[in-house]
Nanobody, 123 residues
Framework: QVQLVESGGGLAQAGGSLRLSCAAS????????MAWFRQAPGKERELVAG???????YYTDSVKGRFTISRDSAKNTLYLQMNSLKPEDTAVYYC?????????????????WGQGTQVTVSS
């Protein structure tokens, strides 16, 4: 059974940092593109950052220079280091996996999803 399990969410103050992890099990995702999405109340799910199996990364403009996506293929784990957090970063964050060589912006392209972890940034 394939599972993606996020952890590391919580409450942070504006300007602070959090590190999200996504542990994958059930199969090896080294050949998958992986991504972090987020969804705030009343808004659509949006791509935050993605990384291909070859290490090419993508960031949405609002997080460039503040967030860093990385992966440890040996541990089958995806990470998102979030620095200089802002209240507008508040959302449920999801990790996703796509059997593709590119990072897709559209959520429906992804084959597997985690259950999400809440990130709340206070001002």
């Amino acid at each position: 059974q394939v599972q993606l399990v996020e952890s590391g969410g919580g409450l942070a103050q504006a300007g602070g940092s959090l590190r999200l992890s996504c542990a994958a099990s059930g199969r090896t995702f080294s050949n998958y593109s992986m991504a972090w999405f987020r969804q705030a109340p009343g808004k659509e799910r949006e791509l935050v950052a993605g990384i291909t199996s070859g290490g090419t990364t993508y960031y949405t403009d609002s997080v460039k220079g503040r967030f860093t996506i990385s992966r440890d293929s040996a541990k089958n784990t995806l990470y998102l280091q979030m620095n200089s957090l802002k209240p507008e970063d508040t959302a449920v964050y999801y990790c996703a996996a796509d059997q593709s060589t590119v990072v897709h912006i559209t959520p429906r392209k992804y084959d597997y999803w985690g259950q999400g972890t809440q990130v709340t940034v206070s001002s």
